[in-house]
């Protein structure tokens, strides 16, 4: 069963407002987490690594003022995307790693379209 | 995390057995070779993952040479449901630190 979770799975917003998503571990205690971002037909490309008790690690060109990211507990981390804009409509996908640490599980991933 | 090189696309028939090629020519000593597996509108799924030589779990075969600069993944005898984007990727516990996703191939498996 799946390991990962998301919500919503998809949501539609006008511009300028603020959506927020959620990812959970269901079975597992994460420190980090990590979010993705991936457009039509295009590869995933990370976003930031969340991390519970501290600051999340952003990648690079990526605003940290726009994607809030808060791990709130061991096994909930979410993303906002503040004054949300068309070209931010994506498919957002988070991931955990495996206990044992050689693996990721992702989740089913959130369509946000943004009119 | 090394670079990977992978063909756009396959095209392949049900019943036959699809190979995927990826070129990482600047894998590193301590970094593993990792394969998911990706449908419309989901998430990754892990596939296999390996370091040398051959791994076969349930649903696929990893072949990586002696120099590992490249590696397969063999599906064998692939349906309608197997069409999907794979993805190859390298690096340290691969899987488990944030990942550097290639442009994938897309596998199209055709009646």
């Known amino acids: 069963g799946a390991v990962v979770s998301q919500h919503p799975s998809w949501v539609i917003c006008k511009s300028g407002t603020s959506v927020k998503i959620e990812c959970r571990s269901l079975?597992?205690?994460?420190?980090?987490m990590f979010w993705y971002r991936q457009f039509p037909k295009q590869s995933l490309m990370l976003m930031a690594t969340s991390n519970e008790g501290s600051k999340a690690t952003y990648e690079q060109g990526v605003e940290k003022d726009k994607f809030l990211i808060n791990h709130a507990s061991l096994t909930l981390s979410t993303l906002t995307v503040t004054s949300a804009h068309p070209e931010d409509s994506s498919f957002y996908i988070c991931?955990?790693?495996?206990?044992?640490?050689?693996?990721?599980?992702f989740g089913p991933g959130t369509r946000l379209t943004v009119l | 995390l090394a670079k990977t090189t992978q063909p756009i696309s396959m095209d392949s028939y049900e019943g036959q057995e699809v190979n995927i090629t990826c070129s990482h020519n600047n894998i590193a000593t301590n970094d593993y070779i990792t394969w998911y597996q990706q449908f419309p509108s989901q998430g990754p799924r892990f596939i296999i993952q390996?370091?040398?030589t051959k791994v076969t779990n349930e649903v696929a075969s990893l072949f990586i040479p002696a120099d590992r600069k490249s590696s397969t993944l063999s599906l064998p005898r692939v349906s309608l449901s197997d069409t999907a984007v794979y993805y190859c990727l390298v690096g340290a516990g691969a899987a488990g630190n944030k990942l550097t996703f290639g442009g994938g191939t897309r596998v199209l498996v055709k009646p």
């Open positions: 079975d597992f205690q994460a420190t980090t």
């Open positions: 991931s955990r790693r495996s206990g044992s640490g050689d693996t990721q599980y």
């Open positions: 390996g370091y040398k």
